[in-house]
């Protein structure tokens, strides 16, 4: 098994919709990581959990919401999105970083999930 | 606030030649680390090479290397003998703590 996966790959869903990504990582890592990826925009970093907590949240929208039940998996839960919300979404991961130092702990990511809102 | 500038949107490059991708940075940060990312039209992001601030000398990784200036906060990427599996997109990342700040990335084409 590769070391980040994603499913599903390609997602399509209407605004009223519900809807979850799901990111696992199979590198014994325990940083996970959500980015959103749109054209012509650098890649947002999203959301970070460490050690399964959630460190660090991007003035993202409350339609968007991270879920983290152990080191291995990452959800991201989607309801009543907007058409601008279309974008690549990838998953990483990597060691965690020691508190108060810069660490140059690789990011490994998934391939991403396509996401399209109509 | 930690920025990333790759001021190329696109580049070109004959196979077997050399190219040097840009990227600028702001940050007021001492000790941090800079990447390159590719990201192949399959969009699986792989990282290519990795500098520590803390280090003068440039890293290198086979045929990709880098020419890190921190004073003028410049870290650019340089292809050695291009492959047609190089072509894809190529992010420069700034990373402090737990954030990855990345530049909008250049597309880079190898022509045969």
């Known amino acids: 098994e590769t070391g980040v996966t994603q499913t599903p790959r390609h997602l399509v869903m209407g605004m009223t919709n519900k809807k979850s990504l799901k990111c696992e990582q199979h590198l014994g890592h325990n940083a996970m990581y959500w980015y959103k990826q749109s054209a012509k925009k650098p890649l947002e970093l999203m959301f970070v959990y460490s050690l399964e907590e959630r460190v660090e949240n991007n003035s993202v929208p409350s339609r968007f919401s991270p879920e983290c039940p152990n080191s291995s998996h990452l959800f991201l839960h989607l309801h009543t999105l907007q058409p601008e919300d279309s974008a690549l979404y990838l998953c990483?991961?990597?060691?965690?970083?020691?508190?108060?130092?810069?660490?140059?702990?690789?990011?490994?990511f998934g391939p991403g999930t396509r996401l399209t809102v109509l | 606030a930690q920025t990333v500038t790759q001021s190329q949107p696109e580049m070109s490059v004959q196979e077997a030649e050399t190219v040097t991708l840009s990227c600028t940075y702001d940050?007021?940060?001492?000790?941090?680390?800079l990447f390159w990312y590719k990201q192949p039209p399959s969009r699986q992001m792989i990282l290519v090479i990795r500098q520590e601030a803390y280090k003068q000398q440039n890293a290198t990784e086979n045929r990709f290397s880098v020419n890190f200036q921190k004073a003028a906060k410049s870290f650019s990427l340089k292809i050695s003998d291009s492959q047609l599996g190089d072509t894809a997109m190529y992010f420069c990342a700034f990373k402090y703590g737990n954030k990855l700040v990345f530049g909008a990335g250049t597309i880079l084409r190898v022509k045969s």
């Open positions: 990483a991961s990597s060691r965690t970083w020691a508190s108060g130092r810069a660490e140059g702990n690789e990011q490994f």
């Open positions: 940050t007021s940060e001492n000790n941090y680390y």
